[in-house]
């Protein structure tokens, strides 16, 4: 049996304007209908598995939570107070697991696995998994190298003996190299590039953690014992966890043991870190081109073009990325995009929100979506779930008027409560305690008007949560 740990931290920003702070990629459809999330627990499906262990940043909780329910899949989801990279994470996975009542998951290798991650042929990692499973078994810290299909700058490296020869020690780590040694590497038979994928004990990698980085294991053990459970959550005591180094486990264990091993792998695997790398793996047209969304391509060669929006249209291009959102649209040289990250820093520099979230927000009881604002109106899109309700809550600043579009609302409206179908509005004016909810079994979707001096999201008093926000 396996514990899966899945490392769901991470903000993608070479995929801006797909991926931004506030709905990184992971949490994306990029290679097909679901998320690299859900991809990444749905290709364990075969295996011999106990209850995943998701680790996560606290501002995407829900989003978690709603992934994982999308796909029917439980799991113990840990909130970092603050990221502090890999090895505190998976120390915390194994602190997790080894509170676990069940004693056979206990003692289960950790399947360390980053959320975001592409594999397009999964037996051969069903198989290579099978292959670390004895030494992870002894307490060997083993990973997973994949063979080089190419000259790569962009990744690190592992040194082996022979890239064909098995599972095999690890000689060493070598850092993301120029394009000469990478050159050599991808030749020369002795290096994989390193996946940042892991099987190993958890016992064993904290006694390994305790040995190499010392305070850091410290430090992790108090924030497990202050934890606390919220809702569906895990909250790790902050103050413990903030005086974690930020390291990976690359450079905390990995580089230091003596027991660490690897299994060569070829799978189709991509880190999906940037167009260029999701171009690889995606399927073309007949003309070299990746077109998504509403798109009209004439006289186009070599091109990635993608609408969320609105239609877009080309003529005459090639080897261009266009990617277009309903608040931002980007278009590069093909072979530059490593270099997107750059525009994402030059954006929050210049306070620009189109660098940290779409226009869509997603919340424990559904989403919004920004559609029209201007001087003293804001016109949002709401989805809420069956079931679920927002917080109780008041405005100083502003009044709203609510249309169902479909579905059934619920209203609190001060002292009344009433039900809204199909068609039918209601307003809520400035200062009244008010609750919006969804009685039904489909979701309910309205159009909220907003007028006002100030309509910021901060302008909320919330009276009562179900989900215990502030």
Not at 268 to 292: F, I, M, P, T
Request: aromatic letters at 6%; hydrophobic letters at 40%.
């Amino acid at each position: 049996m396996l514990t899966p740990v899945i490392l769901a931290g991470g903000n993608g920003t070479r995929l801006w304007p797909l991926s931004r702070r506030d709905t990184p990629k992971q949490f994306l459809a990029l290679l097909g209908e679901r998320s690299l999330l859900q991809a990444t627990l749905l290709r364990l499906e075969g295996l011999d598995v106990a209850r995943p262990i998701v680790v996560c940043a606290d501002a995407h909780r829900f989003l978690v939570a709603e992934q994982l329910r999308e796909i029917g899949c439980e799991a113990d989801i840990v909130l970092e107070p603050e990221g502090r990279d890999t090895a505190p994470a998976i120390a915390m996975a194994a602190l997790c697991q080894q509170a676990r009542e069940d004693s056979a998951n206990r003692g289960a290798p950790l399947l360390v696995l980053p959320s975001d991650h592409h594999l397009g042929e999964v037996a051969a990692f069903h198989e290579a998994l099978q292959a670390a499973l004895p030494a992870a078994g002894r307490g060997d810290l083993v990973t997973f190298g994949i063979v080089p299909t190419r000259a790569e700058t962009g990744y690190g490296y592992l040194e082996v003996a022979d890239v064909t020869a098995g599972l095999q020690p690890l000689i060493r780590f070598v850092e993301k190299p120029d394009v000469e040694h990478a050159r050599e590497f991808a030749n020369g038979g002795h290096h994989l590039w390193n996946s940042g994928m892991f099987l190993l004990r958890g016992d064993r990698y904290l006694e390994e953690l305790r040995h190499w980085r010392p305070a850091m294991h410290a430090s992790v053990g108090r924030a497990w014992a202050g934890r606390r459970a919220d809702l569906d959550f895990l909250r790790p005591e902050s103050d413990a966890f903030a005086e974690c180094a930020a390291e990976s486990i690359d450079y905390a264990v990995m580089e230091h043991t003596r027991a660490g091993v690897v299994v060569p792998l070829a799978a189709g695997w991509s880190d999906v870190g940037s167009y260029q790398a999701l171009w690889d793996v995606a399927q073309k047209d007949a003309d070299g081109n990746l077109l998504r969304g509403d798109v009209i391509a004439e006289d186009t060669r070599d091109a990635w073009v993608q609408s969320q929006s609105r239609l877009v249209a080309t003529l005459g291009i090639s080897d261009l990325v266009v990617v277009e959102t309903s608040d931002a649209v980007l278009v590069a040289d093909r072979h530059r995009v490593q270099e997107v990250k750059t525009l994402v820093a030059r954006l929050q520099s210049l306070g620009r929100q189109e660098g940290v979230a779409h226009r869509r927000a997603y919340r424990p009881w559904g989403s919004y979506e920004c559609v029209e604002q201007g001087a003293r109106f804001q016109v949002k899109h709401i989805r809420v779930h069956p079931g679920a309700r927002l917080s109780l809550q008041r405005h100083h600043h502003r009044a709203e008027h609510w249309i169902v579009v479909s579905g059934t609302a619920r209203v609190t409206r001060g002292d009344e409560v009433f039900l809204l179908g199909e068609n039918q509005s209601a307003y809520i004016p400035l200062g009244i305690a008010h609750r919006l909810e969804n009685p039904g079994r489909i979701e309910l979707e309205l159009i909220e008007v907003q007028s006002g001096a100030y309509l910021g999201e901060d302008d909320i008093v919330r009276l009562d949560d179900d989900y215990r926000r502030g």
